[in-house]
């Protein structure tokens, strides 16, 4: 699997030094940009990776690039690096959604353990991001009645009290539930939960 | 009297003393014993008394005459004394003709005596010829014989008759006031006076002589009559000669004197006008009231405008009347000499005061009649006076008023007016510190000092001293000393050196300066630091790339050297260059924090107090700029530290005010506000109405060393960022819709309930 991995500094040795450093690994697709105004206008294009983001740049900084990127439904890590930091600028950047925060110089050894530990944070991203996908496609397939029933399950009710609610009788309550069931594809309960779970309906 | 008493007795010598055939007769004695008394009387003061006794004689004098001219024999004659009377004369016991001419004569000058008192002229003559009678009686009698048959009867009488009549006549020229010289002027007529009386009785004497030498037979009739006739002549050309010398001589007098009296009146008028004297006289009994000439003139009316007393009484000032009422009053009742006033007339042409004196004269009953004086035009005088006044009240209303404490001193140094303001702030009473030495005041003023001081005033280097002001310490009346300000101005009053002297507290300015100092210190040292603090990280940004650049290119030699089983030697040199690369970012990372570990405390401070700082740092030495601020109260309290956040605005302030200097003055505006940007963050945007940030400045905005080369802004918002980053703030800079510059940033606010974000 080819894994991408973007950097954005607007110096160009650093990003020369960098492109070098990370190529090692050869399996990795490298893109540069030389401020983060760059990035983001392409961001839509890109496949989900890693980021290396400098925090202090012409333009859009940083710490503002960061939340952008967040923010995209694409599933990147980015690892914030600063020329000269301080811990406010590093709280406010873990809080924003960085997966690390550097200062240069740093060793380039954690470095790339750093951007290791990223790529394993981006594949569980990306498998949940997958699942998440199937669960609310699952979910998208329900009827307006079925998902009424699946809410109620999800609150814990007996199919009477949802017969009750619903003013259904209970044996069309049950039918709706082995419905759900059938559709999100689960045999227990506890399943259809961490479907309607993973695809948003609870939040 | 004797006469009368010889006719009683009978003594015939007594009758005529001695002059047998001519006696006196009693009537005539009568006559002459009236006319005496009449005279006596009138010289005694009772001139009303003479009148009946003037008339009797006269009527004994005309009934004798009457007889006498119509030859008719009434009887009078006896009246008196018959049986005493002997028939040698003719009409015995009648008085003679001459008698009666001296009786009427007499009695005409008594009764002129009194009642043309002032015409002596009249007396005089009628005594001259009752001397010259008198004497001709007296030589006529001395001659006696057949000369009186000659002469007649006509002009000759009794000796007590003829000696009584030259004493009447020597009393009347006695009496008269003819003799009384009281000018030189009327010296000139002593000498013709005398002049006739002597011509009167020269014919009177040169005549019995003349007959006495014919009788005696010296000289033939013709020759006594040529001789006598040249004695008169040469009598009288003498007397006339010695008459005329003395009239010229008093002629020169007069003359001389008439002179004087001009020159004397000359000057009197050019003292008048001189003085621009009016005289007038006031007749009371008349109710006349008259100026000299010119008097009204110089009260400023037209010439030939003439002020009655009515029109005197119409111009007056009613309240001036009535005063002048009430002084000639009191004048009048004390009999007073003189009484002077001042008035103001309300003359068509304008107000004038008037001034004067003037002389009362009373009649002989005290009542006041008359007066005369002078007035005096003081119109001119009072308006100097008034405006003298009005000088002095103005010099007390601003002694009164000065807010800076004055005081005048002499060329002395002594104190000669003191301020109200002077006594608030030096808390001496006025009283108390005038007359006083100028260095109870200001000690630095020293005796020795002070006269050098005022010799520099007085060695012509006033130009250089005056409108200067000297910074001096000054000491109260409770012994504290006090910063002031001295300016001292320098004038002659009344031919007298003074020195003004200007006091001004100046202990606030004084204390503002050094606060301001204090400021500029502090603002100086955290500007220092914080530009080394920004210095330090721009260099650490700087360099910190190209080491990460390194470190990155290390790890790439290093990785390939490791995946290709290189050399372990150079796999060892890479790791220790790492190191030291490390160790590089460490150092620098240590100069970084220690540069940023500054006394950095936070507070409960006051926005605005900070801003009014902030704004007097800011423009010192700047042009002339509009500051408008509009602080929220809300977000008036912040904690921050004050000093940080204090270099934040000069940096921004700064800016803004070069921004807007190459505008003209009125738009040159910076406007701050102040307002409450969330729960705890409020907001401070400074905007001007310069031309804004160019873009470079603006796309640069966090490099230090991109400043704009004009406005320097570079290192400046670098450090005031960061400043504003450190307190938890943001700092962001734009240009306005309509071209200026905005920069606002975001400081914690400080809340009651304890809920800020330091």
New interface residues.
């Given amino acids: 699997m080819i894994r991408h991995f973007y950097i954005v500094d607007d110096d160009e040795s650093v990003r020369k030094s960098l492109h070098g450093l990370v190529r090692l690994r050869t399996d990795t697709m490298i893109r540069s940009f030389s401020s983060a105004d760059a990035c983001l206008s392409a961001i839509d294009e890109l496949e989900p990776g890693v980021i290396l983001l400098d925090v202090q740049m012409p333009g859009i900084s940083g710490m503002e690039a960061l939340c952008e990127v967040v923010r995209h439904p694409t599933a990147f890590q980015v690892i914030m690096i600063t020329g000269h930091a301080n811990i406010t600028m590093a709280v406010d950047a873990m809080r924003s959604g960085a997966f690390d925060f550097l200062e240069k110089p740093y060793d380039h050894r954690m470095l790339l353990q750093i951007i290791e530990k990223a790529y394993v944070r981006l594949e569980n991203a990306v498998q949940d991001q997958a699942g998440a996908e199937i669960a609310r496609a699952r979910l998208a397939s329900l009827s307006a009645r079925e998902r009424e029933v699946l809410a109620q399950l999800i609150d814990g009710r007996p199919n009477k009290l949802i017969a009750h609610e619903l003013d259904l009788s209970t044996r069309t309550v049950e039918y709706y539930r082995a419905n759900v069931m059938a559709k999100l594809g689960v045999r227990t309960l506890s399943e259809a939960l961490r479907i309607a779970f993973a695809g948003g309906m609870l939040s | 009297m004797l006469t009368l008493a010889g006719w009683l007795t009978g003594s015939t010598s007594l009758q005529s003393f001695g002059v047998t055939g001519f006696p006196a007769w009693p009537l005539t004695a009568l006559a002459n014993l009236l006319l005496a008394m009449a005279l006596l009387l009138t010289g005694r003061g009772y001139p009303q008394l003479r009148l009946p006794l003037i008339g009797f004689a006269v009527a004994i004098a005309l009934i004798a005459l009457t007889e006498a001219i119509f030859d008719l024999p009434l009887g009078f004659d006896r009246l008196l004394f018959a049986h005493a009377l002997d028939n040698n004369s003719p009409y015995p016991g009648r008085p003679g003709l001459l008698a009666c001419s001296l009786i009427l004569i007499i009695a005409g000058a008594a009764w002129l005596l009194e009642r043309h008192r002032r015409h002596e002229w009249p007396i005089f003559l009628l005594a001259c010829v009752l001397i010259g009678l008198g004497s001709m009686a007296l030589v006529l009698l001395a001659l006696q014989g057949d000369l009186v048959a000659q002469a007649a009867r006509l002009t000759i009488t009794s000796l007590p008759i003829a000696l009584a009549t030259i004493c009447y006549g020597a009393g009347l020229l006695a009496s008269i006031r003819l003799w009384e010289v009281r000018t030189r002027a009327q010296w000139a007529r002593v000498p013709i006076a005398m002049a006739l009386v002597a011509l009167v009785i020269l014919p009177a004497v040169q005549l019995p002589i003349q007959i006495r030498v014919e009788q005696l037979g010296l000289m033939g009739p013709l020759a006594a009559q040529t001789f006598a006739t040249v004695f008169h002549l040469l009598v009288v050309i003498g007397l006339i000669g010695w008459s005329i010398g003395q009239l010229s001589r008093d002629n020169n007098a007069i003359s001389e004197m008439t002179r004087a009296l001009r020159e004397s009146e000359e000057r009197l008028r050019f003292a008048i006008e001189a003085h621009e004297l009016g005289i007038f006289e006031w007749d009371l009994v008349k109710g006349r009231l008259s100026w000299s000439m010119g008097g009204e003139q110089r009260l400023g009316l037209a010439p030939g405008t003439t002020i009655g007393l009515e029109t005197w009484k119409h111009y007056i000032d009613p309240k001036d009347l009535r005063e002048l009422r009430t002084t000639i009053a009191e004048a009048a009742d004390s009999k007073a000499d003189r009484f002077s006033f001042h008035y103001h007339l309300h003359l068509p042409e304008g107000t004038r005061a008037v001034e004067g004196s003037a002389r009362c004269f009373y009649n002989r009953d005290g009542r006041f009649v008359r007066a005369i004086g002078v007035d005096l035009d003081v119109t001119d005088r009072d308006v100097r006076e008034a405006a003298l006044e009005a000088g002095r009240a103005q010099l007390q209303s601003i002694l009164e008023t000065v807010p800076d404490a004055m005081v005048i001193i002499d060329d002395q140094g002594r104190i000669t007016e003191f301020s109200v303001a002077a006594e608030h702030l030096l808390g001496y009473p006025a009283k108390d510190a005038i007359h006083c030495d100028i260095s109870m005041l200001i000690p630095a003023i020293k005796a020795g000092e002070q006269n050098s001081f005022l010799a520099r005033y007085r060695n012509d280097d006033i130009s250089r001293e005056v409108g200067q002001s000297r910074t001096l310490s000054a000491r109260k009346a409770d012994g504290s000393e006090f910063p002031i300000e001295l300016s001292v101005g320098e004038s002659w009053i009344g031919g007298k050196h003074v020195f003004t002297g200007f006091i001004r507290d100046i202990s606030d300015r004084v204390a503002a300066e050094e606060r301001m100092e204090q400021l500029n210190a502090d603002y100086a040292h955290i500007a220092r630091l914080n530009g080394m603090g920004e210095m330090a990280?721009a260099l650490?940004?700087?360099l910190?790339?190209?080491?990460?650049?390194?470190?990155?290119?290390?790890?790439?030699a290093?990785?390939?050297l490791l995946?290709t089983g290189g050399d372990a030697g150079a796999i060892e040199a890479l790791d220790s260059a790492?190191t030291q690369?490390?160790r590089?970012?460490e150092i620098i990372?240590r100069l970084?924090d220690f540069m940023?570990k500054r006394d950095v405390e936070f507070h409960v401070e006051d926005l605005e107090e900070i801003v009014r700082d902030a704004i007097a740092l800011a423009f010192v030495g700047q042009v002339q700029v509009r500051t408008v601020c509009d602080i929220a109260h809300e977000a008036r309290t912040i904690i921050v530290d004050r000093v940080q956040v204090q270099q934040v605005l000069v940096n921004v302030l700064r800016n803004a005010a070069q921004a807007v200097r190459e505008l003209p003055p009125e738009r040159r505006v910076i406007r701050l506000t102040a307002e409450t940007a969330d729960r705890a963050l409020m907001r401070v945007t400074v905007e001007d109405t310069g031309p804004g940030f160019p873009d470079e400045v603006l796309?640069?905005l966090?490099?230090p060393f991109v400043p704009s080369k004009d406005r320097g802004m570079g290192i400046g918002l670098s450090i005031s960022r960061r400043i504003v980053?450190?307190h938890?703030g943001a700092l962001v800079a734009h240009n306005a819709a309509g071209g200026g510059a905005i920069i606002s940033f975001t400081l914690p606010v400080y809340r009651d309930e304890g809920e800020s974000a330091a």
């Fill in positions: 990280a650490a940004h700087e910190n790339q190209p080491l990460a650049a390194t470190g990155n290119y290390l790890g790439i290093e990785q390939t995946q790492n690369l490390l590089a970012g990372r970084r940023a796309a640069n966090h490099t980053e450190s938890g």
